[in-house]
C-alpha cells in the first residue's frame, strides 16, 4: 500500500479507540521549497509528500512530527548554514566503538562544562529535527549523506550510553511501526510507565509505589506457591527504599484506567567482566507480576521490553531473571535462553 494512504487508513483506524493528535492542514509545495532554499537543505521525498498531501506536522505514532513552522523557529537558518558545511556524521560509516568513544567524549565535555556545542554540530549536520519522542529525545531526519531518508533518535542527555548509531529506520518505516504499536495500546487502553524515585509517588494521587511493588511481589510468590516463612513486606519495603535511593533499582508499571494491572522491576548489579559480559554489569529482571484479568493481553510483553531497552542504556551486557513455568513462553519468544549451569545454595 502506499505510504502515505496507508497512514491515512492507521490514523482512522486509531481514531475509533482514542481521542488523538490530528493531522494539520497540509502545506504548499512553495512552501517547502522556500523552506529548503531558507534551511540550505533539501528534503526527503516522502517527507515532503507527508507534509502537503498528510499533514504540516502531526501523528507519527508514537511520536509528534512538528511543522515546518516550529522546526523553523527551533533552529534558525544562520544554524542551518553552518552544519551544512560540515559532512554527516550519521551515514552508517562509524562502528559501535567510534560511537560509544564519542559519547563517552560528549559526557566527560558536559561534566566539565565544556562548550558541546561543536560535538552537538557534528551529529546533527545533514539532517533536521522533525520531531519528539519524549523529553529530551529528538527525531532527527537525515536529508543528505549516506542516511538521507532515515530518522535517528538523539538524546544528549544520555549520550554516555551510547553504545551504536542510533538510527530507527527508514521515515516512512518508522511512522507506520509506530502507528501499529500506537493502535494496539489503544485497544488494550494500556499504559506502561517507568518509575524512579522521582517519581514515585505520582501514578495517582494518594497511591505509593512502593506500597504496590511490594504488594504484587507478594501476590506473585504465592501464586507461584512459595512457602509464607515469615511476613516478607518489611524486607522488601526495605530494599525498595535503599535500592530506589541509589537508581541501582528501577520498576515499570502497566496502568489501565488508572488502575495498575502489572509491574516489572529490574536490579542493575555488577561483577567481574567475562567473556559473554564484557562489562560485567548484568540487568537482573524480577517481580514481573500481571492480575489474572489482563493476562494474555502483552501486558508482561511490553513490560518487559521496555526493562531491557533501560538495560541496553544502563551498559549491561545481559539480561537475566528466573522464570516460572508460565512464564518461559513469554521469555523464550522474546529470545532468553536457558543457562543450564545456573545453580544456588540457601543459606
Not at 568513544?101 to 556545542?117: P, Q, S, V
Not at 493481553?297 to 521490553?305: F, H, M, P, Q, T
Request: negative net charge; aromatic residues 8%; glycine residues 8%.
Amino acid at each position: 500500500m502506499d505510504f502515505i494512504e496507508e497512514m491515512k487508513k492507521l490514523i482512522d483506524e486509531r481514531s475509533h479507540y482514542q481521542r488523538a493528535q490530528s493531522c494539520n492542514a497540509p502545506t504548499t509545495l512553495k512552501e517547502v521549497r522556500d523552506f529548503e532554499r531558507d534551511m540550505n537543505i533539501v528534503l526527503p521525498e516522502n517527507y515532503v509528500r507527508y507534509l502537503t498531501e498528510l499533514g504540516n506536522g502531526g501523528p507519527g505514532g508514537l511520536y509528534r512530527i512538528y511543522s515546518l513552522d516550529h522546526v523553523r523557529n527551533n533552529y534558525s537558518p544562520e544554524w542551518a548554514a553552518e552544519t551544512a558545511q560540515l559532512p554527516p556524521m550519521l551515514d552508517h560509516s562509524l562502528s559501535d566503538d567510534e560511537w560509544k568513544a564519542f559519547g563517552k567524549r560528549y559526557a566527560e565535555a558536559d561534566e566539565n562544562d565544556e562548550d558541546t556545542g561543536d560535538m552537538e554540530k557534528h551529529i546533527l549536520a545533514g539532517g533536521i529535527v522533525i520531531g519528539t519522542a519524549g523529553c529530551t529525545m529528538m527525531l532527527l531526519l537525515m536529508c543528505r549523506g549516506a542516511a538521507a531518508g532515515e530518522v535517528f533518535l538523539i538524546d544528549f542527555d544520555y549520550m554516555e550510553y551510547l553504545e551504536e548509531e542510533p538510527c530507527l529506520g527508514k521515515f516512512e518505516d518508522v511512522l507506520i511501526e509506530g502507528m501499529r504499536k500506537n493502535i494496539e495500546e489503544a485497544k488494550n487502553h494500556i499504559d506502561v510507565r517507568t518509575i524512579i524515585k522521582d517519581n514515585i509517588c505520582n501514578i495517582r494521587e494518594g497511591v505509593n509505589m512502593i506500597d504496590v511493588l511490594v504488594d504484587m511481589r507478594i501476590r506473585q510468590l504465592r501464586e507461584e506457591g512459595a512457602k509464607e516463612e515469615y511476613d516478607l513486606a518489611p524486607a522488601l519495603r526495605d530494599y525498595y527504599d535503599r535500592h530506589f535511593g541509589d537508581h541501582s533499582f528501577r520498576a515499570w508499571v502497566a496502568i489501565h484506567e488508572g488502575e495498575i494491572v502489572g509491574v516489572c522491576g529490574m536490579s542493575i548489579v555488577e561483577k567481574p567482566p567475562y567473556f559473554s559480559c564484557q562489562t560485567g554489569r548484568i540487568g537482573l529482571l524480577s517481580s514481573v507480576y500481571t492480575v489474572p484479568e489482563f493476562r494474555r493481553r502483552g501486558v508482561a510483553k511490553r513490560l518487559v521490553n521496555a526493562a531491557i531497552r533501560f538495560a541496553k542504556m544502563a551498559k549491561c551486557g545481559v539480561v537475566q531473571l528466573t522464570a516460572s513455568n508460565d512464564g518461559v513462553k513469554l521469555y523464550t519468544a522474546l529470545g532468553f535462553t536457558h543457562n543450564g549451569n545456573f545453580m544456588q545454595m540457601k543459606l
